[in-house]
């Protein structure tokens, strides 16, 4: 259709409820409707390389993060690439897909899916935890989206002003099991290390006994032990 309006950058779409909604790895989102925060935000960040996309997952792990700290502290955590953790469970998660033109990124669409009223979770759903299990209360759902939002903007204006080590620092220093000694399963096997630093492209590097490692997503898994 010829006179539709684009959407405009910012634009949020809410879902009520998302049972299956897809995460990273085939991991499946279980969210009680009206419970919790599901949302979608459209951004054009055509001044960013396609190189440097990881820094868009920093920029949106780090905005949900300095929305919810001040009601959670500084037990909330990203847990690299794009979870929202609080100490060991997980609190909510991030999809970004990026439609490319040539060396921009276009279009991004940003999935995020935060447990915020829910109580009871089913037994496949991994580890989730719940601001309401945390703090025992109910949140305003509308006013943790306009907080949200907000950080998420502060953290992309910086983006875009250029300041992309403002946001690397600030993603690695909320980083979950940052300079932890921890057993990770690497190929099947079981590897003790810590995370250290978080490259540019978003490659996780681990220091262990035999010297520094570095992973994709889809290459280390983390043992909650």
Request: charge should be positive; include cysteine; proline fraction near 3%.
């Amino acid at each position: 259709m010829s006179n539709t309006k684009p959407v405009s950058e910012g634009t949020v779409i809410m879902a009520d409820s998302q049972y299956a909604g897809r995460g990273q790895q085939q991991n499946r989102w279980h969210s009680e409707a009206g419970k919790n925060l599901t949302f979608s935000l459209l951004l054009r960040p055509v001044f960013l390389p396609v190189t440097q996309q990881f820094d868009l997952t920093r920029a949106v792990s780090l905005g949900i993060v300095n929305a919810l700290r001040p009601y959670l502290g500084d037990e909330l955590k990203v847990k690299w690439p794009n979870d929202i953790y609080y100490k060991n469970a997980k609190l909510g998660g991030i999809l970004i897909e990026n439609l490319l033109q040539g060396a921009q990124i276009k279009n991004a669409i940003i999935g995020i899916g935060l447990n915020i009223n829910q109580e009871i979770f089913p037994a496949e759903a991994g580890n989730p935890v719940s601001m309401k299990q945390i703090l025992h209360r109910d949140y305003d759902l509308k006013i943790l989206l306009s907080e949200i939002c907000k950080n998420i903007e502060t953290a992309y204006l910086s983006l875009k002003a250029g300041r992309f080590s403002d946001v690397r620092k600030a993603y690695l220093e909320r980083l979950y099991i940052l300079n932890e000694d921890k057993i990770f399963k690497v190929s099947g096997r079981l590897v003790t290390g810590k995370i250290i630093d978080v490259r540019e492209q978003g490659l996780l590097v681990l220091e262990t006994a035999d010297g520094l490692l570095e992973f994709n997503q889809k290459e280390i898994e983390f043992l909650h032990k």
